[in-house]
């Protein structure tokens, strides 16, 4: 009895110094120099940045939802101009139409190696299924083989290509809406200005998550406090990508790569923006929209305390990203039915960080991922 009692107190005395490990661990990882993270966020976070998780790591089954037998996925490659081919992936009911068309372009600093269809993909497949729509995701060709206008163009022609072919995929041309984030976010904006000037299909709205909006130097203070890259994008990326998308100066000064210098912005469709409160977009996410909304453009911005740049693609694991998914196919939903008006004005809300339950249930999800993380470290 002696010995079993002892091997209980030594049992119980390794699990109290491991609790009290993590408990530091967590609480070390979330003290950053511009505050205090959440530990849901500081736990992703040095997942990420220790090379212990990425955005296209699959997760765990049971955080994951199955393509529904009812949605089909087509993988293709589409002819745009000058006979030009790029691959696309395709979401679509099965079921009879028309159903609304989403073209969605992915971000990734415009660059390879950063970003393309798969590190997208959960999010490509949510929007399909959630908003019941035709998904067309639009692999674009990148930098550093393919500089400005490059991307833009192939966003474009896939557009056109979309009105004139969506139909085989139960879609409606007439309804079709463009999305992107990040990089994806200026080829939406810049798509959705390519067509009002070119007399391109009308599109009925743009969701526009934590995107780039500027090539220009401009005094962003959010640039400034989160340039470090450890909130999954640094300014180093941010100036390779200029150097390799954008390699003259007066690239710049294009509406279709600063659509926020942009001297007209009159006509665009409903538009909803999505910034984070720890990423280096955050500050010209947010004057893009006060110039839309002064262009005349109704304009939803919704600000995430409390989570980085990216954060919608971790939607499995982080309550922020759930809700800023689904806010998103709320807005999009609301733009195909036409049921609600939209009002020529901005209206910003800021979303703050989970509480109660949301917030207890992100804690104990955030302590239980950190577990798993000092294994994986002490195993490498």
């Known amino acids: 009895m002696k010995i079993f009692k002892k091997i209980v107190s ?56 199955p393509r529904p037998a009812t949605f089909a996925r087509e993988d293709i490659v589409i002819t745009i101009a000058e006979e030009e081919e790029i691959p696309v ?69 896939a557009l056109l290509w979309a009105e004139a072919n969506v139909e085989k995929y139960n879609g409606n041309p007439n309804r079709m809406a463009v999305v992107g984030d990040s990089a994806g ?14 007399g391109g299909p009308e599109l009925v709205g743009q969701a526009l998550l934590y995107p780039l909006t500027t090539f220009q130097d401009m005094p962003l203070q959010s ?13 180093n990326v941010m100036y390779r990508a200029r150097e390799l998308y954008t390699p003259m100066e007066e690239m710049w000064l294009s509406p279709y790569t600063s659509p926020l210098n942009a001297e007209n912005l009159e006509g665009l469709p409903p538009t909803l923006i999505i910034t984070a409160e720890f990423d280096p977009l955050r500050d010209e996410g947010e004057l893009y929209g006060v110039r ?40 999009l939903k609301d733009v195909f039915r036409e049921e609600k008006g939209f009002q020529s004005d901005l209206q910003q809300t800021v979303v703050s960080r989970p509480e109660g339950f949301e917030r207890v249930r992100d804690v104990l999800e955030a302590y239980a991922i950190a577990v798993f993380l000092i294994y994986q470290e002490t195993t490498r």
């Open 10 to 65: 030594i049992i119980a005395a390794l699990v109290l110094i491991f609790t009290s490990y993590v408990i530091v661990s967590v609480h070390y990882w979330s003290i950053r120099d511009e505050g205090r993270l959440p530990v849901k966020t500081a736990v992703i976070l040095h997942a990420v940045n220790n090379n212990l998780i990425t955005t296209d790591m699959k997760p765990p089954k049971f955080l994951t939802q």
């Open 89 to 157: 992936r395709i979401y679509y009911p099965k079921s009879d139409g028309p159903h609304p068309v989403i073209l969605y372009y992915h971000g990734g600093a415009f660059m390879e190696g950063y970003g393309n269809l798969e590190t997208h993909d959960n999010v490509i497949r949510a929007l399909a299924v959630r908003t019941d729509s035709v998904v067309i995701a639009v692999s674009y060709r990148l930098a550093p083989v393919h500089a400005f206008p490059t991307a833009v163009d192939d966003s474009y022609h």
């Open 185 to 198: 976010g200026n080829l939406a904006t810049a798509v959705a200005l390519m067509s009002r000037d070119l």
């Open 223 to 235: 640039r400034i406090l989160y340039d470090s890259g450890y909130y999954l994008l640094s300014r």
């Open 292 to 331: 839309l909304a002064e262009a005349g453009v109704p304009v939803q911005h919704l600000h995430y305390e409390g989570v980085m740049h990216g954060f919608i693609s971790f939607y499995e694991i982080m309550q922020s990203g759930q809700h800023g998914l689904g806010k998103t196919v709320t807005f």
